[in-house]
């Protein structure tokens, strides 16, 4: 901790615990602990400690109340060296003069060092730069000092200026702050001036440089904080062209349709729009406490054509509330504040082509008690008008981003199957922790903790982390696409497995309890995807292989200061990785284009392909059919001109 206080929490019930403070518990000559004393009091030479009481929780403050500042001549109470203070405390918890929790603090904190002396009250006049260099000397950067090599410091004296007159700065920095600029009639600093520059040059005062307002910006604007809005088109008779895949949904007010989402690093956001023809079902844990109400359902939302349509709710009461409250405190029915609030919300988009025609929400509440953890529901499913079940948007077989990958198990009668990860509740055990299914192209990491013995046989902790991790993956095969059929093996693609390494050895070299190597604790999916065409201007992936690969570790029993804890864990991850390839092998390289790589861009400072860029293929910039009618008339004008200049065409005239 950094500042003057530090603070740390004491877990349990504290009725009938003292807490104290001791000051400086080592012993100096054996580096030990001194015997607790429980008969200590909150407040030690320069030291208070300070205990608030919450439920079963209690935050303890240490501060210091001394002052920091340096002393200054006859002065008391102050520091006399930088680093004033330096002492090791310790904070007891005794409970009938019995230590329960102790926790050692070092203190190492240093005087201020802010200005003590006197300020002058004259400000500072600063020029404008536009008409004046802002700072005469830009290499003065120490106030009351000689800068070396800053020969138009004020600070330094001739007999310093001395020591390095012959290499002061130069330029601008050293104090040049008005050079004389290549344009000026007076000035020679060009190796090679053209016959026509006296009839173009410059002829101006150094007062009038260039240089001014080199850095200087025009006024001044406040900044503004960014609104949670998009503009939109408001050209009479087309107010919005409608939606595209991916675009966010638009409310009346401009502002963007959100539901809480979980975000990359797997955390849920409640002001993450809502994207056209993208379904998604995410679960959230918040408590009382964190609890915070979403759009209202009388927001009007915009149809994509200018239009706004009202969402049609229905409200429903949780009977079972067991699935969505995942842990309690259990505490006494007189002591618990309840409220009413939402446990799951389902939305139902109904679209056709770019726009939406209604939506259907169904949200269900319950009571949610304060020390209650809940497991918020929230689901958005895009239906077509002409279907009553999802399809695919526009037809398109391939994946999209956050659609479910498709498992099969064709060892199985049923050839249904699954592909999961990691998803933990509660404390993060793998006795709690649920399934997850992987969605396309979001990358993934997830895992939870296993409950080891001390005394765990090796060969049977393999057998058990690798059983956990071959529970996420229930399928043999792969869909292709998501329309993929099950009688059609062509439509999926064989998971390729390899299995951890195979270890015979029960314990590490020596013979030693609680280590065991080799530890498959890590499940790695690897998922080759690529971009065969488009359907409609949406992009049509299609998976190509998929590779299963275990990563493994070595295991040891972790102790605290002493090993009383029979059990340790053992963090078990699945992550899951997108790797996007071309569709079509890339054409290989030639042996002249592997030797000879004068014509190669990519690893060539000189490009001789885009010798003439506006003229070529890779000029983006204006159509082609423009840039080389431009071209021609510079060729034009520059033969005319070579004609015009040459001495046989004045002997004509």
Same mark, same amino acid.
């Given at each position: 901790?950094?500042?003057?206080?530090?603070?740390?929490?004491?877990?349990?019930?504290?009725?009938?615990?003292?807490?104290?403070?001791?000051?400086n518990?080592?012993?100096?000559?054996?580096?030990?602990?001194h015997?607790?004393?429980?008969?200590?009091?909150?407040?030690?030479?320069?030291?208070?400690?300070?205990?608030?009481?919450?439920?079963?929780?209690?935050?303890?403050?240490?501060?210091?109340?001394?002052?920091?500042?340096l002393?200054?001549?006859?002065?008391t109470?102050?520091?006399?060296?930088?680093?004033?203070?330096?002492?090791?405390?310790?904070?007891?918890?005794?409970?009938?003069?019995?230590?329960?929790?102790?926790?050692?603090?070092?203190?190492?904190?240093?005087?201020?060092?802010?200005?003590?002396?006197?300020?002058s009250?004259?400000?500072?006049?600063?020029?404008?730069?536009?008409?004046?260099?802002?700072?005469?000397?830009?290499c003065?950067?120490?106030?009351?000092?000689?800068?070396?090599?800053?020969?138009?410091?004020?600070?330094?004296?001739?007999?310093?200026?001395?020591?390095?007159?012959?290499?002061?700065?130069?330029?601008?920095?050293?104090g040049?702050?008005?050079?004389?600029?290549?344009?000026?009639?007076?000035?020679?600093?060009?190796?090679?001036?053209?016959?026509?520059?006296?009839?173009?040059?410059?002829?101006?005062?150094l007062?009038?440089?260039?240089?001014?307002?080199?850095?200087?910006?025009?006024?001044?604007?406040?900044?503004?904080?960014p609104?949670?809005?998009?503009?939109?088109?408001?050209?009479?008779?087309?107010?919005?062209?409608?939606?595209?895949?991916?675009?966010?949904?638009?409310?009346?007010e401009?502002?963007?349709?959100?539901?809480?989402?979980?975000?990359?690093?797997?955390?849920?956001?409640?002001?993450?729009?809502?994207a056209?023809?993208?379904?998604?079902?995410?679960?959230?844990?918040?408590?009382?406490?964190?609890?915070?109400?979403?759009?209202?359902h009388?927001?009007?939302?915009?149809?994509?054509?200018?239009?706004?349509?009202?969402?049609?709710?229905?409200?429903?009461?949780?009977?079972?509330?067991?699935k969505?409250?995942?842990?309690?405190?259990?505490?006494?029915?007189?002591?618990?504040?309840?409220?009413?609030?939402?446990?799951?919300?389902?939305?139902?988009? =109904?679209?056709? /082509?770019? *726009? +939406?025609?209604?939506?259907? #929400? !169904?949200?269900?509440?319950? @009571? &949610?008690?304060?020390?209650e953890i809940?497991?918020?529901?929230?689901?958005?499913k895009?239906?077509?008008?002409?279907?009553?079940?999802?399809?695919?948007?526009?037809?398109?077989?391939g994946?999209?981003?956050?659609?479910?990958?498709?498992?099969?198990?064709?060892?199985?009668?049923?050839?249904?199957?699954?592909?999961?990860?990691?998803?933990?509740a509660?404390?993060?055990?793998?006795?709690?922790?649920?399934?997850t299914?992987?969605?396309?192209?979001?990358?993934?990491?997830?895992?939870?903790?296993?409950?080891?013995? =001390?005394n765990? /046989?090796? *060969? +049977?902790?393999?057998?058990n #982390? !690798?059983?956990?991790l071959? @529970? &996420?993956?229930?399928?043999?095969?792969?869909?292709?696409?998501?329309n993929?059929?099950?009688?059609?093996?062509?439509?999926?693609?064989?998971?390729?497995?390899?299995?951890?390494?195979?270890?015979?050895?029960?314990?590490?070299?020596?013979?030693?309890?609680?280590?065991?190597?080799?530890?498959?604790?890590?499940?790695?999916?690897?998922?080759?995807?690529a971009?065969?065409?488009?359907?409609?201007?949406?992009?049509?992936?299609?998976?190509?292989?998929?590779?299963?690969?275990?990563?493994?570790?070595?295991?040891?029993?972790?102790?605290?200061?002493?090993?009383?804890?029979?059990?340790?864990?053992?963090?078990?991850?699945? @992550?899951?990785?997108?790797?996007?390839?071309?569709?079509?092998?890339?054409?290989?390289?030639?042996?002249?284009?592997?030797?000879?790589?004068?014509?190669?861009?990519?690893?060539?400072?000189v490009?001789?392909?885009?010798?003439?860029?506006?003229?070529?293929?890779?000029?983006?910039?204006?159509?082609?059919?423009?840039?080389?009618?431009?071209g021609?008339?510079?060729a034009?004008?520059?033969?005319?001109?070579?004609i015009?200049?040459?001495?046989?065409?004045?002997?004509l005239?």
């Open positions: 901790m950094s500042g003057l206080r530090v603070s740390s929490f004491f877990l349990g019930n504290s009725s009938g615990v003292n807490f104290s403070i001791v000051l518990p080592v012993d100096e000559k054996t580096g030990k602990l015997l607790a004393n429980c008969s200590g009091s909150k407040r030690v030479g320069d030291w208070n400690l300070n205990v608030t009481r919450v439920r079963d929780t209690s935050e303890v403050t240490v501060s210091l109340t001394r002052n920091l500042q002393c200054l001549p006859n002065a109470d102050c520091c006399t060296t930088p680093l004033c203070v330096v002492e090791t405390l310790q904070v007891l918890a005794c409970r009938d003069a019995l230590v329960l929790a102790h926790l050692l603090v070092q203190a190492e904190i240093y005087a201020n060092s802010s200005f003590t002396g006197n300020v009250e004259n400000a500072t006049i600063i020029p404008n730069q536009a008409f004046k260099p802002l700072g005469s000397c830009p003065d950067l120490t106030a009351g000092a000689c800068d070396v090599r800053c020969c138009c410091d004020l600070e330094c004296t001739p007999d310093l200026k001395q020591l390095f007159n012959e290499s002061c700065f130069t330029g601008v920095f050293g040049d702050v008005n050079p004389p600029f290549d344009q000026l009639c007076s000035s020679h600093s060009m190796e090679y001036t053209p016959d026509w520059f006296p009839f173009l040059c410059v002829q101006s005062s007062n009038n440089t260039p240089f001014l307002g080199y850095f200087y910006h025009g006024s001044i604007s406040t900044p503004r904080v609104s949670f809005k998009i503009p939109l088109q408001t050209s009479p008779g087309r107010l919005f062209t409608g939606y595209r895949q991916g675009d966010p949904i638009m409310t009346e401009n502002e963007y349709f959100a539901i809480p989402q979980q975000s990359m690093a797997g955390q849920c956001v409640g002001n993450a729009p809502v056209y023809l993208q379904n998604f079902d995410v679960k959230c844990l918040t408590n009382l406490a964190s609890y915070k109400e979403g759009l209202p009388d927001v009007r939302i915009n149809s994509g054509t200018g239009d706004f349509i009202k969402q049609n709710v229905i409200y429903r009461t949780i009977t079972n509330m067991d969505f409250k995942t842990e309690s405190e259990n505490l006494h029915s007189a002591e618990v504040w309840c409220q009413n609030v939402t446990f799951a919300e389902h939305y139902t988009f =109904i679209w056709k /082509d770019k *726009s +939406i025609e209604q939506v259907n #929400v !169904t949200v269900f509440l319950g @009571s &949610l008690c304060d020390g809940l497991t918020q529901r929230f689901t958005v895009f239906l077509s008008l002409e279907s009553t079940t999802p399809v695919e948007p526009f037809g398109n077989p994946y999209q981003v956050g659609k479910l990958v498709r498992a099969a198990n064709m060892n199985a009668s049923d050839t249904f199957g699954s592909l999961n990860i990691w998803q933990p509660g404390r993060g055990l793998c006795t709690s922790a649920t399934y299914p992987v969605l396309f192209g979001l990358d993934s990491f997830s895992g939870c903790l296993l409950e080891v013995d =001390i765990e /046989d090796c *060969s +049977i902790l393999r057998g #982390v !690798t059983e956990k071959d @529970s &996420l993956i229930r399928a043999t095969h792969i869909g292709k696409r998501v993929s059929s099950y009688s059609d093996l062509n439509d999926w693609v064989e998971i390729i497995r390899l299995d951890p390494f195979n270890s015979d050895t029960n314990v590490s070299t020596g013979n030693l309890k609680g280590i065991c190597s080799d530890i498959p604790a890590n499940l790695n999916i690897r998922i080759i995807f971009t065969v065409g488009a359907v409609q201007g949406i992009p049509r992936q299609e998976i190509l292989a998929v590779q299963i690969s275990f990563s493994t570790v070595v295991w040891q029993f972790q102790c605290g200061l002493i090993c009383e804890n029979s059990t340790s864990f053992l963090p078990i991850t699945s @992550s899951v990785q997108f790797i996007k390839v071309p569709a079509q092998p890339p054409i290989p390289l030639t042996r002249f284009q592997m030797n000879y790589t004068e014509f190669d861009c990519n690893r060539n400072d490009c001789w392909p885009q010798l003439l860029y506006p003229l070529t293929r890779f000029y983006s910039g204006e159509p082609y059919s423009q840039c080389l009618a431009k021609l008339s510079l034009f004008l520059v033969l005319l001109s070579a015009l200049s040459n001495p046989w065409f004045s002997t005239w």
